[in-house]
């Protein structure tokens, strides 16, 4: 599929190093966008390195821990200094903590918070402020998930699913806020196989079993089953489409 305006645009990927992140850069960069790849890894760089000599577009990378606000703003500054200011962004840096609520400590419960919602916040809102300054469009996509609409078994993960419910309301809430510049969706994956889910269905092959059992599609998604979504939103294409979640799970959450 071709995306003829994203030609020469500029998007910043969060959690880019890898996984869906990275995915979902290279989706962008095939369409000929720069981009830039924040991550908390230091590999950040290297992927950078190899998404433009496999695409041929301009990137750039920060090594960024999403919730300081500090190290956000100086990330995208320096993304922008690198190859213009963005104005497209996804938000894919997230992490979950499996663990019974009844015994979740103040710590892990806050760093999954800290992370998924108010990091999706913080570079979201970066993101944002030089576009509304500027008077320019752009579109941001908040990376949710099916568990933000639905209690995921047999795993206990009350943190992750909290969270990501907040990041449907907070896409809404900047979606109105920031209309009609700034058009904000999320997108919310079903069970993909990623980094993330590798290092549990790779331990237990018979959870993978179940997740795939309760998925009418048959199987669990790959990060390019995001690919269409993805540039579909940060596309002119989806130009009045704001304030929604998209989610993409194989029908999971129909049943």
Known sequence: MKFDDLNGRVAVVTGGARGIGYSLAEALASQGCAVGLLDRLPDVETSAERLAA??????????????????????????????????????????????????????????????????????????????????????????????????NVPQHQASYNASKAAVDQLAKSLAVEWAPSL???????????????????????????????????????????LHGVVLLLASDASRYLTGQTVVVDGGYTAI
């Not at 960024?64 to 497209?88: C, R």
């Not at 997108?187 to 980094?195: F, H, N, R, T, V």
């Open 54 to 151: 496999d695409h041929g577009v301009p990137a750039a990378h920060a090594v960024v821990d999403v919730t300081d606000p500090g190290s956000v703003s100086a990330a995208f500054a320096s993304v922008g200094e690198a190859i213009g200011t963005p104005d497209i962004l996804v938000t894919a840096a997230g992490i979950t903590i499996w663990g019974d609520a009844e015994h979740v400590d103040r710590e892990t419960w806050g760093r999954v918070i800290d992370v998924n919602l108010s990091g999706t916040f913080y570079s979201t809102q970066a993101f944002a402020r030089p576009l509304l300054e500027q008077g320019r469009q752009g579109s941001a996509i908040l990376i949710s998930s099916m568990s933000g609409r639905v209690v």
């Open 183 to 225: 058009r904000v969706n999320a997108i919310a994956p079903g069970y993909i196989l990623s980094d993330m889910t590798r290092q549990f269905t790779e331990q237990e092959p018979e959870l993978a079993a179940q997740w795939v059992d309760a998925i009418p599609a048959g199987r669990m998604g790959d990060p390019e089953d």
